[in-house]
């Protein structure tokens, strides 16, 4: 274990909720490690299995998808769209061999600046354990 | 030839004090394609505005990268001076190098390499935006409301002027509603000022045309642009509206569903309803013609079945009280409740007496009178006995809900009511834009609230609909491509707008523009990969992708 090491996370984030929540942590000056790559998408649903998988392959050693609570979504019900898929790559990525504690799921609202800093830190904690994602690297697709 | 422009923002102290600017803009001057990068003080002022027109022009810049503050504060700024410098603004990609770089992280020389990424990785996805062109959709801006009752009265005399026809449909002889039946309100004021001064307006109105006895057949079309046929006496009228009212109202649960309660099997037993019309006729009195000496008051009827409160009726059954002490001030009154659900209007009554029931075990009738047993709310056995049982039941979605829901194309909640798109965001829109439900149609309401409601249609409407201005679909909507789909249907299931249809004749779906909201949902559920998310493509989400986590890849395939 390295405490050094910065892990890579790829965040997927929705613009009405999780982005904003994400910039309201910003203006709030609440210092996180800089671990995050975030990908502006405009709802969760946007997310395709693909992208978490190819995130995992290129080289993200953990990877976050962040939407609306359940019940607040934008677009009424993407949240939920995602929820499933996400439980679908999850076991898909037990069955291949992947790592399945290297992808998250959270909701982030668009005043929740504070939860926001706190998914990140406990996240980047939990892949510093886990390590580099030795998947990384090995299969461009 | 792609010409990239990159321009950092210092923003003011913002951007300059965290991150080391020269560094970056060294750094990305070397990226192929890349024909200018710069720092600058403040890219959204005034100056900074025309500094980024200039240059765009100076260096026939087709695409621009700008590292400032998150699209959420300013993209709207950026979009607008790409446009005023003859460049499609979709080529622009703003960076979020302050909210979410400069302002979290601690140290300069990660915040530089954090941004120095993000900038390289929105050099990356520029590259793959494509022009977008926005659409201009001339529009009808009259309305059609479905439902005379107060809140289609209220919405219409709102909306309707000069230059806004309003087309009213009520499927009884007379406008009105339920409420035309109340002799008076609980939340106070009079039903005379309250409906029929506005029914009066209403006919007066030359922009409102009135259909009664009427029904509406079909609604077809889109915000902006509906066509619906509205049925009278066997004749079909088309008219074309902007947007649709549904304000249908509600109807009372049958308590004769319910065999404990007797209800049309013994005498002088009432629905809230009924008691209501009896009131307007003059007096509310026994079928023996005599005045009733005690009255149990019933509440929650039908409560347990639905499996909701109807929130409205404790309030009512206080004027209840009023009807019957006008003629008998002595009249014996019992109420008889699961739950409470009182609002301000009836809280400091103290002429009111209630017993709190768990269960009505059975209604009996003896010597002339109701013998009602139930179970108290601590399980004890009482009874009561009256002249005359009034059953308050709950209020549900009227009968023809379902077919009106099918024929709009929009959801119902559980309960059967009509659902808004949003409870808090958006409470009397559709998941259709430019139908919208106001009223108990959307569940049960009190009438203020229900007059609340066709305010804000009125002000939804009134704010998109303007004479004289063409609407602007969204444009980061899905494409499916003809022919890569197979038609599996899997992106229609996902839609949550109703904005893909399957194309019979030729076995693929169709994106309807005018109705896509642009979520993506569909794009990433397409099992062929037919679909593309305009502006959020999966080859620009690569692009970003590859670039974050693996510097120049991406750049050095591209030399």
Redesign the interface.
Known sequence: MNEEFTP?I?GFLC?WCS??G??L???S????P?S????????S???????II??LL???DGVLIAGCHP??C?????NY?ARR?FAMVKSLLEATGFEPERVQLSWVSASEGIRF?ETIEEFTNKLRKLGRNKAA?KVFV | MKRIGVFICECGPNIAEKIDIDSIVKEVSSISGVEIAERYKLLCSKDGKEYLKEKIKENKLTHLVLGAC????HEKTFIKVCEEAGMNPYLCNLI?I??????????RE??T??AL??IR?GIARVKYQQSLEKKYLESNVDILVIGGGITGLQTSLLLASDARKVYLVEKNPDLGGMVSSFKSLFEGGNVKSVVKEKMEKVLENKNIEVFTNSEVKDVLGFFGNFIAKIEKDNKITEVKTGAVVVATGCSLFDPGQIAKYKYGKLDDIYTSLEIEVMNMGGRIVLKNGREPQSVAIVHCVGREEKGYCSKICCSYSAKFHDYLREKNKDVEIHNLYYDLCTSQFERGRKDISVTRISDIEEITEESGKKHIEYLTGDGKKESVSVDMVILLPVIEPGKNVPELAAMLRIPLDARGFFAE?????NPVAT?LEGIYIAGCVQGPKNILESITQSEAVAGKILCSLIPGKKLEPEV?VSRIAPSLCTGCQTCLS?C??GAIVFDRENGICVTNEMLC?????C???CPSNAIT?KH?T?RQ??Q???E???PSRSMKEQK
């Open positions: 890579k790829v613009n982005y904003a994400a910039d942590a910003g203006v000056r609440l210092q996180m800089p995050l790559r975030t990908i502006r998408v405009m709802c649903s946007r997310v395709d299995p693909l992208f190819k995130a290129y080289g993200a019940g607040d934008h677009y009424m019900k993407g769209y898929r800093k690297k | 998150s699209p959420k504060q979020n302050r909210e979410q770089c400069a302002w979290m992280t601690p140290d990660e915040a390499a954090k990424r993000c990785a798109e949003h409870v808090k965001l998941s980061m996902v949550s707008y909201r642009g979520c993506g949902n794009a990433s559920a998310h959020f999966s989400i690569y970003e992708l590859t974050v986590l693996y």
